[in-house]
């Protein structure tokens, strides 16, 4: 089937020597010093530049966004953990599970002072000092009481990092 000289005028012959006809050749363009002069070379060897009317690969700009509509985040006070320290009093939900830190003589204050800020947010320095204490004459301290996955996480973190501990569901259920 051949083609009408029609439709073969209305597409531009190819040049298969040199694919973009417009562009001058990269030997002839000058150096750029700067990342503007850059760009100028790209406008210019595409064409009127990245976004231009022909198509082609168009630079998208960042929008603009209004968060003054927003409330700010308030502050986290020492660590922002939704669960309760073993000293505050709440009420029992039936899911709340206390994290156990339990003595061993592998336990420095040192590594219980330094494990658990990092692994309960809301157990300070001084707190875990404490707690390494408590672990020391009863035996057995309470980090925190939390929801049954933050306490299986905790727990989880604190023996990765060296300390013996345990979950257990919390039986005081006060108001």
């Given at each position: 089937?051949?083609?009408?000289?029609?439709?073969?005028?209305?597409?531009?012959?190819?040049?298969?020597?040199?694919?973009?006809?417009?562009?001058?050749?990269?030997?002839t363009?000058?150096?750029?010093?700067?990342?503007?002069?850059?760009?100028?070379?790209?406008?210019?060897?595409?064409?009127?530049?990245?976004?231009?009317s022909?198509?082609?690969?168009?630079?998208?700009?960042?929008?603009?966004?209004?968060?003054?509509?927003?409330?700010?985040?308030?502050?986290?006070?020492?660590?922002?953990?939704?669960?309760?320290?073993?000293?505050?009093?709440?009420?029992?939900s039936?899911?709340?599970?206390?994290?156990?830190?339990?003595?061993?003589?592998?336990?420095?204050?040192?590594?219980?002072?330094?494990?658990?800020?990092?692994?309960?947010?809301?157990?300070?320095?001084?707190?875990?000092?404490?707690?390494?204490?408590?672990s020391?004459?009863?035996g057995?301290?309470?980090?925190?009481?939390?929801?049954?996955?933050?306490?299986?996480?905790?727990?989880?973190?604190?023996?990765?990092?060296?300390?013996?501990?345990?979950?257990?569901?919390?039986?005081?259920?006060?108001?």
């Amino acid at each position: 089937m051949a083609l009408s000289g029609r439709v073969g005028a209305s597409w531009p012959a190819l040049n298969f020597c040199n694919p973009v006809p417009s562009a001058p050749h990269v030997s002839t363009l000058p150096m750029p010093s700067k990342s503007r002069d850059v760009m100028a070379l790209v406008a210019a060897a595409t064409g009127g530049g990245l976004g231009s009317s022909r198509g082609g690969a168009g630079l998208l700009e960042r929008p603009t966004f209004d968060q003054s509509q927003f409330d700010p985040l308030p502050e986290a006070q020492e660590g922002g953990d939704i669960g309760r320290l073993a000293s505050r009093k709440g009420l029992g939900s039936g899911d709340s599970y206390k994290v156990l830190l339990i003595d061993d003589p592998r336990h420095t204050e040192k590594l219980v002072e330094n494990v658990l800020p990092q692994v309960v947010p809301s157990v300070t320095a001084d707190g875990a000092r404490q707690l390494f204490r408590e672990s020391r004459q009863l035996g057995v301290a309470v980090v925190i009481v939390t929801v049954k996955e933050h306490a299986e996480f905790y727990a989880q973190m604190m023996v990765r990092r060296g300390l013996r501990s345990a979950i257990e569901p919390d039986s005081n259920l006060e108001a």
